[in-house]
């Protein structure tokens, strides 16, 4: 008898797959638009220069390899909230006995999505939760797989412009009580961010009816900068009473495969914020005991020294503006194939993805003919353009237009 004999094999990771893919592709002209993660001039996805000045110091002083606690490292949690919430948060005053957020690190961000789906699961027992239409697909798998019942609001309509309008609408439907997840910016997988008023309108909706928001926040840095992609985040820490958020640093850290983020939760008060943690603490060490320790050291070792700090911000400012200027030089690029004005919104969209609007089909030709590798849905990752290239890449566009 064979034990695994009802075993049926699924499809890969679409995503991941890509990276697969590209590397056995032999074409030399190949060109990786798929995982989000960023690349260099040269195509390197490269290691910080403050991320390896932070590990060089800590191989000097690390003392232990003994494990952290089940919120991870005390100090990473405390620059984290400050990164994210602001220095001068009200939320962080009265230091421990007043404050009313708290960190706890996680596996990356998706660990941070997967323990919030375990506690809305456990101990929010009803609650469905509303993701974007479309999503980043892990998104809806982990909710789903988690137990949780998944729905959807509009977010980009099929004239791949952001649908304001739509979402709000679906919004003023959703039961009192359920979870909404919000991207505070660098939408993947679109690009399209909502603006402020927008923001506005959008906690409007949500302390109306009373819905809990979990604000996924994997690029803060990428868009218009650190505090500046940080802005909803905060309205909504400073608006409303409970709010999670799911903070990365794989991108803007550059490191994506230490595993490094949190779930940030804000509570009412300080001792309701003892209850969750104490439940997070006790999901998490079903899920994965102690998070790893690297990644929130390196990050804690910058962010803790406002020399390294500075060049950590030069650094990611560099990487933001090269992105940004990819995204204009493309669309120059498309312009003497008359496609300027159809593909004008790779310049507005913000972060590493774009939502090209090219159908599968012509994702799928584009593989096949030119060697360059997106999502299936048009998901286009600009990190990953060559600028030397990008007139290349325009002539493939247009042979698939
Ligand atoms: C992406 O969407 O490409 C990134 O968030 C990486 C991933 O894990 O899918």
């Keep these: 008898m064979s034990h695994f004999q009802s075993v049926a094999r699924v499809p890969g990771d679409p995503i991941l797959g890509l990276m697969e893919a590209f590397r056995a592709d032999p074409s030399p002209a190949k060109l990786d638009l798929g995982v989000g993660v960023y690349k260099d001039a040269q195509g390197r996805t490269p290691i910080m220069a403050a991320v390896k000045l932070a590990e060089q110091r800590l191989l000097s002083s690390e003392t232990t390899k003994g494990y952290t606690s089940g919120h991870g490292d ?68 982990i909710f789903a797989e988690a137990g949780l019942a998944v729905h959807h609001y509009p977010y980009v309509g099929a004239d791949n412009r952001l649908d304001v309008e739509g979402m709000l609408a679906a919004l003023e439907q959703v039961p009192s009580g359920d979870v909404v997840l919000l991207h505070a910016c660098c939408h993947n997988p679109t690009g399209f961010d909502l603006s402020r008023d927008d923001w506005y309108r959008v906690l409007d909706v949500v302390r109306r009816r009373e819905l809990l928001p979990l604000i996924d926040f994997a690029y803060q840095g990428f868009g218009d900068g650190l505090e500046e992609d940080a802005w909803a985040v905060r309205l909504f820490a400073a608006e409303l009473p409970e709010l999670l958020i799911t903070s990365s640093c794989s991108k803007n850290f550059g490191l994506y495969r230490e595993r490094t983020g949190a779930l940030i939760v ?136």
């Design 74 to 141: 005390a100090e990473f949690g405390e620059l984290l909230l400050r990164l994210v919430l602001g220095q001068d948060s009200p939320l962080l005053a009265g230091q421990r006995g007043g404050q009313r957020a708290g960190t706890t690190q996680t596996p990356g961000g998706t660990g941070a999505l997967r323990l919030t789906a375990d506690f809305l699961y456990h101990c929010l027992p009803g609650r469905g939760i509303w993701l974007s239409d479309p999503t980043w697909p892990i998104h809806e798998t």
């Design 266 to 401: 804000c509570a009412a008060d300080h001792d309701k914020l003892l209850d969750v943690r104490s439940q997070l603490a006790s999901l998490a060490r079903n899920l994965w005991s102690t998070p790893p320790a690297h990644g929130a050291a390196v990050v804690a070792a910058i962010l803790g020294d406002p020399v390294l700090s500075l060049q950590w911000q030069t650094e990611l400012d560099a990487m933001r503006e090269r992105v940004l200027r990819l995204r204009h030089g493309l669309v120059e690029a498309l312009q003497p194939f008359g496609l300027a004005e159809r593909f004008a919104h790779i310049a507005v969209q913000r972060g590493m993805f774009s939502y090209t609007g090219l159908s599968p089909e012509q994702v799928r030709r584009l593989r096949e003919e030119s060697s360059v590798y997106m999502v299936g849905s048009g998901r286009a990752n600009v990190a990953g353009l060559d600028e030397q290239r990008l007139g290349e890449l325009a002539a493939a566009i247009a042979r698939v237009c």
